[in-house]
């Protein structure tokens, strides 16, 4: 057992299940592109002059560049964009839920554009998620959540499948907190382009603003994103989404204390069922690498 890995899985999981709560607090009070924007800035920068003081090189790869790029529009610009966008109307808990299906799309894009072929556990588990998926959908838009906010949500999820696909690429080749600053600084002048276009740059200052983006700066922004990347790199991308089935926990957690989110008996029940999805979908995946790596025995 790894247990280095599992508190590094531990520690990203909690630490990116709060930017959920972090980022309903900002776009309460400023708009959402702009705000993602300046914060992808201000992240990027530090993360670049830490990456000088551990002395690693500013220079990638081009396998590493390109990876790096996709990473940081697919999860930067377009699956946290995308997530603050929606949570102008839907709960952080919510969002929470709705990114944990991140482990079940990269199974089934796997099966999709990869062509890797899914066991019958495999199979179950997407079966699963999607069953608990629609559960939790179904009882939040009974209740009146906003259809809009929950498709932006998961668009924005099938954006941070695209990104975890991609994530080894980047941190393959060393240099993990340079390619943490290069990705934030291309999701950043994505964003700006678009908060540009599409936004009004009007903020109601308060220090619960304030106190907010300072930590989404610092924790989700720097710290989570640099452990996930040495998380991929240590475990690979697919054991590594498995720790995302823990955002519905550690998110709804969060909102419930600091924002006073409800949570319904029907959510528990789906994110169990989820839960239960992707484990099932990431056993299968484990049962088939360790297949595919055993060794050739000599010919008779």
Not at 37 to 49: D, M, P
Not at 215 to 238: E, K, S
Request: hydrophobic share 60%; proline share 3%.
């Amino acid at each position: 057992m790894d247990l280095r890995a599992i508190a590094m899985g531990l520690s990203f999981a909690l630490m990116w299940s709060s930017a959920f709560t972090s980022a309903r607090i900002i776009v309460a009070h400023a708009p959402p592109m702009a705000s993602l924007s300046l914060r992808f800035l201000i992240s990027g920068v530090i993360a670049l002059a830490l990456a000088r003081m551990m002395g690693q090189s500013w220079r990638l790869t081009r396998a590493q560049w390109k990876a790096t790029v996709i990473f940081g529009i697919c999860q930067n610009a377009l699956y946290l964009g995308l997530f603050f966008i929606a949570m102008q109307w839907i709960e952080a808990g919510l969002a929470s839920i709705i990114a944990s299906t991140m482990p079940l799309m990269v199974g089934l894009f796997g099966w999709i554009a990869l062509g890797e072929r899914l066991r019958p556990l495999a199979i179950g588990g997407l079966v699963l998620g999607v069953i608990g998926a629609a559960l939790i959908m179904g009882t939040r838009i009974s209740g009146g959540a906003d259809l809009t906010g929950i498709a932006i949500c998961i668009l924005g999820t099938a954006a941070l499948a695209v990104a975890t696909l991609s994530a080894r690429g980047a941190s393959g080749g060393g240099n993990v907190m340079t390619v943490v600053g290069y990705q934030m600084l291309i999701g950043a002048a994505a964003l700006a382009i678009a908060a540009g276009i599409f936004e009004d740059w009007q903020v109601s200052w308060s220090p619960s603003l304030l106190y907010a983006f300072a930590y989404t700066v610092l924790v989700p922004g720097v710290a989570a994103t640099w452990i996930w990347f040495l998380l991929v790199n240590r475990i690979g991308a697919v054991k590594a989404a498995t720790f995302h089935f823990l955002n519905p926990f550690f998110g709804v957690l969060v909102a419930a204390i600091i924002l006073g989110e409800a949570i319904g008996p029907l959510d528990l029940v789906g994110v169990a069922i989820v839960a239960a999805g992707i484990l099932a979908v990431q056993l299968s995946r484990q049962k088939t690498v360790a297949v595919t790596r055993e060794p050739v025995k000599p010919a008779a």
